[in-house]
Each structure stands twice: as structure tokens, then as C-alpha cells.
């Protein structure tokens, strides 16, 4: 028998889990953040993620910002700079309000203090 690795977690399936953000998919989040391996995954979930949001019909710019304030608080240095290119990469209010629970959340200025 044949085994091929699969991946831990794929693009859908971290954006659902953004989605959602409840206790157990945050747990599994927090899983997938702790693993190096996983952050093109991770950003490219986030990127699916708000690019659902931008194209819904009814934008939930709570649920974003807190989305960007959990991300901002529980994500390593390494991802710090990712997550903000992201919040960054559009003018679109779904991206803002992610951004701005971003900044709140303060992991960026935790990350890398200013000197």
C-alpha cells in the first residue's frame, strides 16, 4: 500500500475554520499556526477567507475584526508581517476591518518592538 503524506490542513478548510472561529477551530487553528510547515496554508486560507467576505452580500465587519485581533494575538513573529501584508493587500472593507482588528490586537509591536 501506497501512503502519500496528505496536507494537515488545506486552503478551504482553514478559511472555513476562519469563518466559523469557534473553540474547537481555534484549537485546530492554533495547531496549524504552531506549525511552520503550515504557514502557506494558513495564509492562503486567510487570503480565501477575506475574499469571501468581500464578495458576500452582507459584510460582518465585527466578526472580521475580531478574527484579526485573535490572529494578532495568538499568531508567532513569524507570521506577524504576513498577517499585516494581508490586512494590506486590498482597499476593500472586509480587508480594513480585518486590519484594524490586526492593530488592536498589538502582535505586531509585540513581534518586532520598536528600538
Given at each position: ?14 478559511a472555513e ?66 498577517l499585516m ?12 476591518a480585518f ?17
Amino acid at each position: 500500500m501506497n501512503c502519500t503524506p496528505t496536507p494537515f490542513s488545506a486552503r478551504d478548510s482553514v478559511a472555513e475554520k476562519l469563518t466559523a472561529l469557534g473553540e474547537s477551530e481555534q484549537a485546530y487553528l492554533l495547531l496549524t499556526i504552531q506549525n511552520a510547515a503550515q504557514d502557506e496554508n494558513l495564509i492562503e486560507g486567510l487570503y480565501r477567507q477575506l475574499d469571501l467576505a468581500s464578495a458576500a452580500k452582507l459584510l460582518n465587519s465585527l466578526k472580521l475584526e475580531k478574527l484579526g485581533a485573535w490572529l494578532g494575538a495568538n499568531a508567532p513573529a513569524r507570521l506577524q508581517i504576513r498577517l499585516m501584508e494581508a490586512a494590506k493587500s486590498s482597499q476593500h472593507a472586509a480587508y480594513q476591518a480585518f486590519r484594524v482588528g490586526l492593530v488592536r490586537s498589538g502582535g505586531l509591536e509585540k513581534a518586532y518592538p520598536k528600538a
